[in-house]
Every structure is written in C-alpha cells, then in structure tokens.
C-alpha cells in the first residue's frame, strides 16, 4: 500500500480524534466567560446595583456577592421573603440559573428584571463577577469600568453632600399647579405639580440636613427630583404660597 493510501485510510481518525480534542476546550472556554465583554453587559445593572461594599441602591451592593448566602448582606435591607428562606449561596451555576430567569429560579422575589437568555452572555456576566469579587479592588474601579463613564443617578451616584448652590435649595412653594424652586445660586424654578418628585435618602451620600438637592430627571428637561436628609424635611420646607 503506497503512502497515500495509507495516509487516505487514517484520515477519517485523525479528523475524528480533532475534534474530540478540540470541542471540549471550546466548550470549556465559552463556559467560563470573558470578563471584559461581561463588564460591557453589567452596565446594564449599573442604576440598581453597586460593586461597592455596602453601597446599597435599588438592590444591594454585588461585591462579594460570589460565595454569599443569597438575602444575607446586612446592610441591605429590603431583601424579599423568598430569597431570604431560598437557603441559596451564590455561586457561577446558581447566579447562572438565577440571571437566566430569576422569577423562575426563585419564585416570588422582588428582582423585576425578566433575566438574560442568551448563555454566553451570562457566562460573560458572571465571569465579571467573579473578577470583581476576587480581585478586591478600591471600591469604584470595578464599577467605573462597568459604566464606562456613566454618571448621574442612572449610574454611578453623586455625593449630595457637595452639589454646588445651583443644585441647592432654599426653598419651596406651591401655587395652584405649580412648584417653584428657590435655589442657593438664587436661581427659581417652576415645575408641574406632577413633574416635581420629593426623594428622602439618608445614606452618607445623602443631602446634609436641612440642605436639599435637587436634580435633572427625565429625558425633556421638565422633571426633576429633590433629596431630602429626613422625610420631616420635606413639609417644613414646602409651602403653599401664591
């Protein structure tokens, strides 16, 4: 038999032996993600979630969530029944089934995000996760680079207590329809009634007592909200005045 021949005849074998080589490293890699591109997807839950420690938003902070018992962060307050009893401990496989569908993978949380259906995409998210909780990086490096600059309520969080005067108010009052806001650059205002949100936040990046913000909301530059120290703040400050 020439060398061709022979050559022919162990072809199909050696093809075979390729892939049976070859597929499983693929696998292996798609199953473990890419950091980078999952920190392109956190963006996405950048306005409920921080990489901080203890900076609780929307929903409470993910660092340090991989290894966690699910509904266990004590600074979080406003974790739903279910989670709490779920006895889940966040893990790649667990927050993997969880972000596929977190309505079904732990039915009646509070998460109302629908879920990520695409695998890789998780994968990548997760992998993200894991960097960031194994890296233990100063509290924003994570976070900025998920945000990609990003700012503003909608990401990262402004310190409140050192807004300029343009941001500051002094005083409120209502007419008929209308709010008017005074504000410490002596600058006013007016707001519809139903455009005009009243916020309390007394976190350490809330306002200073006594000392409200307020800040663009919305698209059309006709809303926005006002943060407030202390819920009490709010009708001593607020008049009704024509």
Request: proline share 7%; glycine share 8%.
């Amino acid at each position: 038999m020439s060398l061709y021949q022979r050559l022919s005849c162990r072809l199909p074998s050696l093809v075979a032996a390729s892939i049976l080589f070859t597929v499983p490293s693929l696998a292996a890699s798609s199953a473990d993600g890419d950091p980078q591109r999952g920190a392109q997807i956190f963006r996405n839950c950048v306005a409920c979630h921080s990489l901080e420690p203890d900076r609780n938003m929307t929903g409470p902070s993910l660092s340090g969530v991989v290894g966690r018992k699910a509904g266990s962060l004590p600074s979080f307050e406003r974790y739903s029944p279910a989670l709490k009893k779920s006895g889940i401990v966040w893990s790649q496989e667990t927050l993997d089934e969880y972000l596929k569908s977190p309505a079904q993978f732990i039915p009646g949380n509070r998460m109302t995000f629908a879920g990520v259906k695409d695998p890789a995409a998780r994968a990548d998210l997760v992998a993200f996760l894991q960097q960031a909780n194994s890296s233990q990086a100063p509290a924003g490096d994570g976070q900025s680079a998920a945000m990609g600059g990003m700012s503003g309520m909608g990401g990262q969080r402004r310190n409140l207590k050192t807004m300029d005067a343009k941001f500051q108010v002094k005083s409120i009052s209502l007419c008929h329809d209308t709010y008017r806001v005074t504000k410490a650059d002596g600058e006013v205002e007016e707001f519809w009634e139903p455009n005009l949100r009243f916020i309390t936040d007394s976190g350490d990046l809330g306002p200073v007592k006594n000392m409200p913000v307020i800040l663009p909301a919305g698209m059309m530059g006709d809303r926005a909200s006002v943060f407030f120290a202390a819920p009490e703040e709010i009708s001593r400050l607020i008049q009704s005045q024509c």
